[in-house]
C-alpha cells in the first residue's frame, strides 16, 4: 500500500532553524538526514505540527517541537510519550498500521538514522505506508465509492463506537461542557466577524436549552465516549476492513464527545467536498447499527457546534504564516461559519 498518510499540505520547504528544542541536534539536521532516507518514489511531506517521510512500505512521522495550547511537543521526552499515545490510540481503529513509537539516534559517525545504537535526540512514530488514492477523499472525489463500501465503514465505526466506554455518563455534565464550547468557539470567530459569531452563539445556546433533557438522556445513555477527534474524510480508508487513522491524540478532552456528534463531523467534511449524500449515508448507518435515535434537532445542533468549531480553527490558522493565505483560511472559516449558522436556525427552532 502506497502514499501519504494523510497529510495537511505537501510542501516540502526546509524546516524554520529556530524551532524551539531540548536537543543540540537541530529540527533542520533531523528533517535533512532523514530526507536521505528516501529513493524512488519516496515523498517527505510537512503538515502543521510535524514531518512525514515515505519510504519504502513505511511512514515516519517526526514531530516538530512546538507548544501549542494543550498541545507541546517542545521536550524530547514530551515527544516521546505523544508518539507512544499516538499508536496506542489509532490502533484502536488502525490496528495494522501504527507500528510502534521508534526513536530517532545519532550514530557514533555522527550520522542520525531511526533506531539501533545511539543517543537518542528524537522519537517517530513507525507506520505502514498507506496508498492515499484509497482514502475516503480521493475515491468519492473520483466517483469509484460505493454504497457496500461506505456500509463497511459504518460497521468499523458502530463496533468502535460500541466498545467505548463512557466518558461522561451523569445528568447535567454535558450541558455546561457545550456551552463552555459554544462560548469559547464564539470568541475565537467574532475577531472575524462578530455580529455572525454573536447570533450563532445566541441560536446555539437556545439550542442548548430546548435539548437540555436530550442531552441528559446522551449522557446517561453511555453516548459520550471518547472518539477519534478528527473523523475526517481523508483518515478513512476503504481497505477491507476499512481504517480510520490519524487520531486527535495529545488531548484527550477533545476527543471525549457524542457519538453522534463524531459522526456528525463526518458527515459535514464530506458535504464540503460535494459529497452530502455519502456523508448522510455513513451518518445513517452507522446510527442504524448502533440502534441509536438521535433526533433531527440534536444533529442540526451537533452539526453547527462541529461546524463552529472548525470555523474557529481556520480562524486562528489565517492570523499564523503555515504555508496558506490569511485570506484563504478566513474565507474556509466563512464557509464553515454559513454551515454552523444554517444548522443552528433548524435545531433553535
Avoid at 537541530?26 to 510537512?46: H, M, P
Avoid at 475516503?136 to 465503514?153: C, I, K, N, P, S
Amino acid at each position: 500500500m502506497r502514499s501519504v498518510v494523510a497529510p495537511m499540505c505537501s510542501e516540502t520547504r526546509t524546516p524554520s532553524p529556530d524551532q524551539p528544542t531540548d536537543d543540540p541536534s537541530s529540527l533542520v539536521e533531523k528533517v535533512t538526514q532523514l530526507r536521505q532516507l528516501c529513493g524512488a518514489g519516496d515523498e517527505t511531506i510537512e503538515t502543521h505540527f510535524a514531518w512525514i517521510f515515505l519510504v519504502g512500505d513505511r511512514a515516519l512521522k517526526l514531530r516538530k517541537p512546538v507548544r501549542r495550547g494543550t498541545m507541546d511537543y517542545s521536550t524530547i521526552d514530551l515527544r516521546r510519550v505523544d508518539s507512544e499515545e499516538d499508536v496506542r490510540l489509532n490502533r484502536r481503529l488502525a490496528p495494522d498500521v501504527y507500528l510502534r513509537a521508534l526513536p530517532l539516534v545519532r550514530r557514533a559517525d555522527g550520522s542520525i538514522a531511526p533506531g539501533g545504537a545511539g543517543k537518542i535526540v528524537d522519537w517517530l512514530v513507525e507506520m505502514r505506508r498507506l496508498d492515499r488514492s484509497w482514502f475516503l477523499d480521493a475515491a468519492l472525489e473520483r466517483g469509484e465509492v460505493t454504497v457496500q463500501m461506505l456500509q463497511r465503514v459504518a460497521e468499523v465505526l458502530a463496533r468502535f463506537y460500541k466498545s467505548a466506554p463512557p466518558a461522561i455518563s451523569r445528568a447535567g455534565e454535558l450541558v455546561p461542557r457545550l456551552v463552555a464550547q459554544v462560548e469559547a468557539n464564539a470568541r475565537a470567530i467574532e475577531a472575524m466577524d462578530a455580529p455572525r459569531a454573536a447570533r450563532l452563539a445566541h441560536l446555539q445556546l437556545a439550542a442548548l436549552e430546548a435539548l437540555e433533557h436530550a442531552l441528559d438522556s446522551r449522557a446517561t445513555g453511555g453516548c459520550v465516549v471518547e472518539g477519534h477527534g478528527d473523523l475526517r474524510p481523508e483518515h478513512v480508508m476503504l481497505a477491507d476492513p476499512p481504517v480510520v487513522i490519524d487520531c486527535l491524540e495529545f488531548d484527550r478532552d477533545l476527543r471525549v464527545m457524542d457519538r453522534a456528534e463524531e459522526l456528525c463531523v463526518l458527515e459535514i467534511e464530506c458535504a464540503r467536498v460535494g459529497h452530502a449524500v455519502a456523508g448522510g449515508r455513513l451518518l445513517d448507518a452507522c446510527l442504524a447499527r448502533l440502534e441509536d435515535h438521535a433526533s433531527a434537532a440534536l444533529l442540526d445542533l451537533y452539526r453547527s457546534h462541529r461546524a463552529a468549531h472548525r470555523a474557529k480553527l481556520y480562524a486562528w490558522r489565517s492570523a499564523e504564516p503555515d504555508g496558506g493565505s490569511p485570506e484563504d483560511w478566513r474565507s474556509r472559516a466563512a464557509e464553515y461559519l454559513d454551515a454552523a449558522l444554517a444548522s443552528a436556525a433548524r435545531a433553535a427552532r
